[in-house]
Every structure is written in structure tokens, then in C-alpha cells.
Nanobody, 120 residues
Framework: QVQLVESGGGLVQAGGSLSLSCTVSQTMYAIIAMGWYRQAPGMQRELVATVNRGGATNYADSVKGRFTVSRDGAKTTVYLQMNSLKPEDTAVYYC??????????????WGQGTQVTVSS
């Protein structure tokens, strides 16, 4: 069973910074991609930033230049550094990992979510 543990959410004023982290609870056979999604009340969950197996990153246009996604060398932890935060960044942020927990079992796995609130 794959468990993703998130940390780092909180309250911050507009223009401030926060850093999120997400650690996979067990060794996976292979990870295809890791990243972050967010969901505001009444809204669809949307991509924020991802990094794939080859190291390529993908960002939502709304966060380019402000957020940075990264991972550790063992690919067990993914980070999201958020700078110049705006009120519209307020949402629950979910960590996501796509990959194989075993050689045959493939899936998409989610963290519990962490609240990020940006005040004006």
C-alpha cells in the first residue's frame, strides 16, 4: 500500500512564501511522475507542477516563475517552493505520484491534502 505524507501548508500574506513536501512511505518499483495539484472550494482539481522520470518539469501558466517543483535524488520526496503567493493560490494542495508499486501494479496515488491560505 502506497502512502504519501504531506507537510508545509499554512497561512501567509500575499507576497510571502511557503514550501511543501511530500514523502512516499515505501520503496516503489518505478515512479513515472511526481507532483502537485490543488483544489479550491467548488472548483475542479487542477495541475500545479509535476516532474517526470526524466527530470522534465511542467507548470500551470498561473504559477510559472513563482513556484518551483523538485525531487530528491532517491525520488522518494517531492517539494514545492511557492514564492510571491497570491490570494488566488488559496486551495488544498494534493501530492500525487504515478508509477508502479510492484512490477505489475500500476496506479496514481494521492496525499491527504494540505491547506494553503493566502490573505490579502
Amino acid at each position: 500500500q502506497v502512502q504519501l505524507v504531506e507537510s508545509g501548508g499554512g497561512l501567509v500574506q500575499a507576497g510571502g512564501s511557503l514550501s511543501l513536501s511530500c514523502t512516499v512511505s515505501q520503496t516503489m518499483y518505478a515512479i513515472i511522475a511526481m507532483g502537485w495539484y490543488r483544489q479550491a472550494p467548488g472548483m475542479q482539481r487542477e495541475l500545479v507542477a509535476t516532474v517526470n522520470r526524466g527530470g522534465a518539469t511542467n507548470y500551470a501558466d498561473s504559477v510559472k516563475g513563482r513556484f518551483t517543483v523538485s525531487r530528491d535524488g532517491a525520488k522518494t520526496t517531492v517539494y514545492l517552493q511557492m514564492n510571491s503567493l497570491k490570494p488566488e493560490d488559496t486551495a488544498v494542495y494534493y501530492c500525487n505520484v504515478q508509477g508502479y508499486v510492484t512490477i505489475t501494479e500500476h496506479g496514481s496515488y494521492w496525499g491527504q491534502g494540505t491547506q494553503v491560505t493566502v490573505s490579502s
